[in-house]
């Protein structure tokens, strides 16, 4: 046997509860409620199971013939397999991995997978004469050469074309980033430009999808300065850089140029997700004349405390970084693709199973969708930046804690962070949970606000246009004691967070408005290429 097994065992044994009593009666209910399905099926008395509310069986044909039996003693199972995964009753953290994998375990299992068990693809393919077989048969033979399965339309988009849209032009460039300044959208810009640091995981475009839900054309319109860094896709010779090199060559590099070329000390710094921490890392040790030209800073779903890392921490532990260490001595890259592939594995129906049936066992070429277009448009990450983010930040938590770090030559100490911040989390958000951003506004000395939208780690904060939005958030809450006693206290408002946050910079970096230059960069920061860029094509699909 594995030396796993034994420690589960060792595991069950140590934590006082009685995971063998718990099992044997999940297994008792699990043969009671098995016998009682025969029994009805056995009289002939299959209307009596009840239709599922699961809604992969929400279709009449899994109510009909042996199908009802099927899909019900599959329920029956995978709940008998879950129960008994969750009553293990071993340490959290191996209890989580145990009961998250039983889940995937269970949902891997579901007769919708099959065609031999998946009464609506069988139908379809009577129907159709078997073309739903062989248009299914060719979907998955084109998914099997590129490497992963489709979730959208791929033809249907172009980055430049019908993404990342918005006139600007790539005003510097290194061998890290691109940056970004857009075309002015109104007569009087705010002399305060708005600098984005976007996850170095993800492509930029997300704040620029198209002309409905982006954000970065929304603060044109409104009046806004708008630059971004664009990160490149790093390949296997670009493996040894780490964080050093992303917050000097990147944050540093971009916030020089973007003083520069707006003559402003007073840049509003705007991150997303790793970009914040990033960011967050960035501004601790900035130098003070560097530091200088920042006005506000905005963390949007960023973690600086990583101690509930969300529905990840199933991921992260010694054992597997070391087997995924193993790899990186290989690949010099995380793959963006397995980053994908992990994160899919969060909601497996939905991100995976649900696309396998539709496109393989029905036939169906999956429908456009801009935002999984981006999601599968997936970025790699240097070995080095890697391993030094998930051991020093996910594994020990050292972001937090004062001088635990060193990043290019100075100690961490978050409280160096004084200019005004404003964070912003999500309720949905599955990736970085609301309650551990609510922990950041501790953890800077300078003044805070706290915002909590509706939605999830996209779809609450970066798509969330003020014109066609069903999200609500929380501000103002008067009881910081916890962040579900802020919750109570806050108040609930109808709409986007966008004009709230335009609201707060106004209030905490105020400037002038004048006319716009004529023209995108400076002598210095001369103009090099077009928007989206040239960084974003890189390792394209």
């Not at 054309?217 to 090199?245: C, F, H, T």
């Not at 402003?264 to 030209?293: H, Q």
């Not at 949970?433 to 950041?440: G, N, V």
Request: hydrophobic share 40%.
């Amino acid at each position: 046997m594995s030396k796993d097994f034994f420690k589960m065992l060792e595991e069950m044994g140590k934590s006082g509860t009685n995971p063998m009593g718990a099992w044997a009666e999940t297994w008792m209910t699990y043969q009671q409620d098995m016998a009682k399905l025969w029994m009805t099926t056995a009289l002939k008395a299959g209307d009596a199971i009840a239709p599922s509310k699961d809604h992969r069986f929400r279709d009449d044909a899994w109510n009909e013939g042996i199908f009802p039996l099927l899909r019900h003693s599959y329920e029956l199972t995978a709940k008998a397999m879950v129960d008994m995964a969750d009553n293990a009753g071993l340490s959290d953290h191996e209890q989580d991995k145990l009961s998250f994998y039983a889940r995937v375990a269970a949902d891997n299992m579901s007769p919708s997978n099959f065609l031999a068990t998946n009464p609506e693809a069988q139908k379809l393919a009577q129907e159709t004469g078997g073309q739903s077989l062989i248009d299914g048969c060719q979907n998955m033979l084109a998914d099997l050469e590129k490497g992963y399965i489709s979730t959208t339309d791929e033809n249907a988009f172009e980055v430049g074309k019908n993404l990342a849209t918005t006139p600007g032009s790539v005003v510097f460039r290194n061998d890290l980033i691109e940056l970004i300044q857009y075309t002015p959208m109104a007569a009087k810009t705010r002399k305060a430009p708005i600098l984005i640091v976007p996850p170095c995981v993800n492509k930029f475009y997300i704040f620029d999808l198209n002309e409905k839900k982006s954000m970065v054309r929304y603060l044109l319109e409104q009046g806004q300065s708008v630059y971004m860094i664009a990160w490149r896709n790093p390949m296997p010779e670009s493996g040894d850089k780490g964080w050093d090199d992303y917050v000097a060559g990147g944050v540093f590099e971009a916030l020089t140029a973007v003083s520069d070329i707006s003559k402003s000390d007073a840049v509003d710094m705007m991150s997303w997700c790793n970009g914040g921490t990033m960011l967050i890392a960035a501004l601790a040790v900035m130098p003070e004349d560097l530091k200088a030209k920042v006005g506000t800073a905005t963390f949007l779903s960023s973690m600086i405390d990583f101690s509930d890392p969300g529905q990840v921490k199933v991921f992260i532990d010694e054992p597997q970084v070391e087997a995924y260490n193993q790899r990186l001595k290989s690949e010099k890259v995380a793959l963006g693709r397995d980053i994908a592939n992990a994160m899919a594995m969060l909601h497996v129906n939905e991100s995976i199973w649900g696309f396998v049936v539709s496109n393989y066992l029905m036939g169906k070429a999956p429908a456009p969708f801009d935002v999984l277009y981006w999601n599968a448009d997936t970025q790699n990450l240097p070995a080095k930046w890697y391993s030094y983010y998930v051991e020093e930040m996910y594994l020990a938590n050292k972001l937090m804690q004062p001088g635990a770090l060193t990043i290019c030559g100075t100690p961490v100490d978050t409280r160096n962070i004084d200019v005004p911040c404003y964070f912003l989390a999500a309720d949905g958000d599955h990736i970085v949970p609301w309650k551990t951003s609510f922990t950041a506004t501790d953890l800077v000395s300078g003044p805070t606000e706290f915002v909590l939208t509706t939605g999830g780690h996209v779809s609450g904060t970066i798509i969330n246009h003020p014109a066609k939005t069903r999200r609500k958030y929380w501000v103002a809450g008067s009881d910081n004691s916890s962040a579900e006693s802020w919750q109570s206290s806050a108040t609930l408002t109808d709409g986007s967070w966008w004009p709230h946050w335009l609201e707060w910079l106004d209030q905490n970096n105020q400037a002038e408005r004048a006319a716009p230059a004529k023209t995108l960069g400076n002598r210095k920061y001369k103009r090099l290429a077009d928007a989206p860029g040239t960084y974003v094509h890189e390792g394209e699909r």
